[in-house]
């Protein structure tokens, strides 16, 4: 035994396998970045100026975070770099962009190499005939995020120009692994058959020689497991042409494997070497993550991980953050996918476009199972180019993600129709329809052909065409993004939808690929009411939708929009440019919510979260008195007991992972702790709510800092998140107090409060989104003293920009094209505001704020409104005593 060692010892000091394999460098560093919207290489090489130096990964949109028109042009990047002779001597040399928004040429010394089409997948250039050896070489690239043929055309995201992920410098021998194959790793791994006993695995790859000479040359394919330990392997030797490519599929079987799944990710690894004939020099080697599991679907059963049932309950996934947009590092994403991992979920949706390479490896080791999909979202274009572009994205993303076997499903359209009905004639709609239905039968057959070992699927918005025009009959999995109780009706119509499509369709497996509801922390309610943005309505609205998905053995899974609140440029409502259906904020601090999620999804820890994180800092009505809010509880133990400032409340059993307690709520600090057991052991939580009183009989108040703020017209707590002044919800007047005389609450549509349309010069946007409307009066009964009163307004009905900019158009009233209203305003029967229109004073949809000295002496301080045009309206009103 001893010998032999010694004989391999010497054997291996004697002829060491020399590397002369693949070097893999980051190339990210030294660009610079230049805002120029101009297409030609020849002019922007002579500009000097302008040039920023950046480091990649990079967007030029953080201006996203702040206007809609954010910048979709063109921009260049340029980079200077050398090569010696003796490094570039038997061998290639690549460039490897892993995301370049939207389209890229890549110009080297002045020659382009090559245009990239697609901003979520990968693309490799051969540089290796362009270098130079003997003199600096320059590299250019021309980015544009603005294209009518590139997918997506629109979507509720922003589309982040830029290189914004890594750019690698890859050198590799002459005789390699493809590395020109759509980017990929140039290895499959498949699992033709697969079981507890045996799995068959079968690697195919293309081998290439780039050298004049035919090369004979060793390959050897191992299955390798967690320790490195090689467990099954193909040794053969192949040949290939003078600049030819060779392709190759070797077989190995795995006895009694170790199987993937969520709760034991076990990752085997195959690794492909390419020697020399005497396997002496190692040419090349690349390794590739193999997880053993196998899934199916069912209409009914749902889907079966390695022949066990298995509810796929997740999130989608967005990828941005401020400032950084979506030029994120690779701890960025794999920290997402941890969060994701801890709130307790076993699937996420990729949406809505193939993510780094960083968030696919992350999901394979922590045990995530994927769906992916291509860009192709709301609209479709007419012609071919349209259909190369999106068939090239789905190739480019199988392919490159192909051996991650976190991946069970592809998909390939996300609500393909939603945008006919605004932007195509009706007549035309037919021939729309026919396209979309060509492109998703042409996608769903590249998709078979590329894999057809993953399910296809494709998400739907909540309307019949998609049934009847039939979309929803082609992919093996039918997504369905449904938001009753949000966008439309009640959330009981979400059963009503589900149950019939079901019954409708009982052979189409269904997933819930999207439901969520928006949320502000600055909004706050005891009433909450639909599309309020309150973080109530969030809760109540997920709250409803988890049980009636986890209830319905045929709903496959579903997907939470979304993961983050996450960049939205285009988007108005309460967070302008945010989609604010986050589970967590965008900086990804978990709101109250998140823990729902979780108690509701994890069983292996207790989870206890009392429901205030999101809700610290609390102004409430009360002369002094306690004042009892509903503090609720996550867990996922069977029984909460909460007590407060050290008085114990109760003992409550959890249902549906929450409890909720009446807490009296006392001026100050007020310490909650929350109880349980689990397992025989004590789980404890403790929290704190800050309470401000605002006594209730304002008039019995003495002398004293008297302010008070009043959200007019909605059911809402407002915080002013830089102030910290808290304007409160709306009531009616009652004699010693204060609130509204007459007028009703604005409403956009039926049961639908205030406007979702940005109001602007505001920091405060929801507060100036909702108003009352025909209002007679506001009233406060206060003491006697100097006030300052300060009304809020802004005109939604108005017209907006044209007013602004344009103000002859509107400078009379008589002008026909207006529609703003006009009222006069007094203070306590002085007139004040006489034929006063906020939107002729800045415009429709601006905020304008009117403060006034008053000198109270009658014990009430009345606002009179009077319509002189349209209606008269208030959206908040604050008063404050000066002396
Ligand atoms: C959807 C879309 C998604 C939007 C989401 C929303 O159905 O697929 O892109 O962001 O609704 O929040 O409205």
Redesign the pocket.
């Known amino acids: 035994m001893k010998k032999i060692f010694l004989l391999i010892l010497c054997l291996s000091t004697m002829y060491p396998v020399v590397n002369a394999g693949r070097v893999v460098q980051s190339f990210n560093d030294g660009w610079y970045y230049a805002a120029c919207d101009d297409n030609r290489l020849q002019e922007v090489q002579r500009h000097e100026e302008g040039w920023q130096q950046v480091h990649l990964p990079h967007t030029w949109n953080a201006d996203a975070y702040s206007t809609r028109n954010y910048r979709r042009a063109s921009s260049w990047y340029k980079k200077e770099f050398r090569t010696d002779a003796a490094q570039m001597r038997d061998k290639q040399l690549y460039l490897k962009f892993d995301g370049v928004n939207s389209l890229a040429d890549v110009y080297l010394n002045g020659e382009l190499l090559t245009t990239h089409k697609g901003g979520y997948s990968a693309f490799t250039v051969d540089i290796t005939d362009k270098v130079r050896t003997d003199a600096p070489n320059l590299l250019m690239v021309h980015v544009n995020n603005q294209n009518d043929r590139i997918p997506p055309l629109s979507?509720?995201?922003t589309i982040f120009g830029g290189i914004y992920r890594n750019v690698w410098l890859i050198s590799a021998a002459k005789q390699h692994i493809s590395l020109t194959d759509y980017a990929s790793t140039g290895i499959y791994v498949d699992l033709p058959s697969v079981s507890e006993d045996r799995a068959e695995i079968s690697v195919r790859g293309t081998l290439v020689n780039r050298d004049v000479r035919r090369a004979v040359l060793k390959l050897d394919v191992e299955v390798l497991d967690t320790d490195g330990k090689t467990v099954a392997q193909s040794l053969r030797s192949v040949r290939i042409d003078a600049d030819g490519a060779f392709a190759f599929k070797e077989r190995l079987q795995l006895e009694k494997p170790q199987l993937w799944s969520p709760d034991s990710p076990y990752l085997y690894s195959v690794k492909v070497s390419l020697k020399d004939v005497r396997g002496k020099v190692l040419k090349d080697e690349t390794r590739v993550p193999l997880g053993v599991r196998w899934f199916s679907v069912d209409a009914q059963e749902g889907f079966k991980l390695n022949g066990e049932p298995l509810k796929l309950m997740g999130a989608?996934r967005?990828q941005d953050q401020m400032p950084m947009g979506i030029a994120l590092s690779d701890e960025m994403h794999r920290r997402d996918m941890q969060l994701l991992k801890d709130m307790g979920v076993n699937f996420v949706r990729l949406?809505?476009y193939p993510q780094d390479d960083a968030v696919l490896r992350a999901c394979d080791e922590l045990g995530m199972l994927v769906w992916e999909e291509i860009p192709v979202?709301?609209l479709i274009a007419l012609g071919d180019e349209f259909r190369a572009n999106a068939t090239s994205a789905l190739r480019e993303m199988i392919r490159q993600h192909y051996n991650h076997p976190s991946v069970i499903m592809w998909g390939y359209m996300?609500?393909a129709v939603?945008q006919l009905q605004y932007r195509v004639k009706k007549q035309r709609l037919n021939g729309f329809y026919e396209n979309t239905l060509a492109l998703a039968r042409h996608l769903e057959e590249t998709l078979k052909r590329e894999d057809p070992y993953r399910l296809s699927t494709m998400?739907y918005?909540g309307n019949q065409i998609y049934n009847k025009i039939g979309l929803s009959n082609i992919t093996d999995i039918s997504g369905w993004?449904l938001?009753q109780g949000w966008?439309e009706n009640d959330f009981k119509s979400f059963d009503r939808f589900v149950d019939e499509e079901h019954r409708k369709y009982p052979h189409r497996p269904l997933i819930i690929?999207?439901f969520?509801a928006?949320s502000d922390p600055r909004l706050q309610s005891l009433d909450p009411q639909i599309f309020d943005f309150s973080m109530q309505w969030q809760q109540l609205y997920l709250e409803y939708y988890l049980p009636a998905i986890m209830k319905r053995p045929f709903i496959v899974g579903a997907t939470e929009?979304?993961f983050i609140d996450?960049s939205?440029a285009s988007?108005q409502e309460a967070t302008p440019h945010i989609?604010n259906?986050g589970l967590m904020y965008n900086d990804r601090r978990p709101k109250d919510v998140f823990y729902y999620f979780q108690a509701f999804l994890r069983k292996d820890i207790p989870v206890l979260h009392i429901a205030v994180d999101d809700w610290k800092h609390r102004t409430v009505v009360s002369d002094g008195e306690a004042v009892e809010h509903p503090v609720k509880v996550y867990s996922n133990l069977d029984k909460v007991e909460l007590s407060v400032n050290g008085t114990k409340l109760s003992v409550q059993g959890i249902e549906n992972c929450h409890a909720v307690w009446q807490v009296p709520l006392v001026a100050g600090r007020n310490t909650l702790v929350a109880s349980g057991i689990c397992h025989g052991k004590k789980v404890e939580q403790v929290s704190d709510i800050f309470v401000k009183m605002q006594p209730r009989h304002i008039a019995a108040v003495g002398s004293g800092q008297l302010e008070l703020a009043v959200n007019v017209g909605s059911n809402c707590f407002f915080t002013d998140d830089k102030s910290d002044l808290c304007w409160l919800p709306d009531q009616a007047y009652t004699p010693g107090s204060w609130g509204y005389i007459g007028g009703e609450i604005f409403r956009r549509s039926p049961g639908r409060i205030g406007t979702t349309a940005e109001v602007k010069d505001t920091r405060n946007v929801p507060l100036l989104q909702t108003k009352r409307k025909d209002i007679r009066a506001y009233r406060f009964d206060l003491p006697d003293g100097d006030y300052e009163v300060e009304l809020l307004f802004a005109d939604l009905n108005a017209r907006s920009e044209r007013v602004t900019y344009d103000l002859g158009a509107v400078a009379t009233l008589d002008n026909a094209d207006f529609r703003g209203s006009v009222f006069n305003v007094s203070v306590n029967n002085r007139p004040w505001l006489n034929h006063f229109s906020p939107a002729i004073e800045v415009g429709g949809n601006r905020c304008i704020s009117k403060k006034l000295h008053v000198a109270v002496t009658g014990g009430n301080l009345t606002v009179n409104f009077e319509a002189v045009k349209g209606m008269t309206f208030l959206n908040g009103i604050k008063i404050f005593r000066i002396h």
Do not use: L, P
Request: hydrophobic fraction near 25%; glycine fraction near 10%.
């Open positions: 979507g509720d995201f989608c967005h949406a809505h979202v709301d996300n609500e939603i998400a918005h993004n938001y966008y690929s999207e969520g928006g929009w979304n996450f939205s988007r989609n259906k």
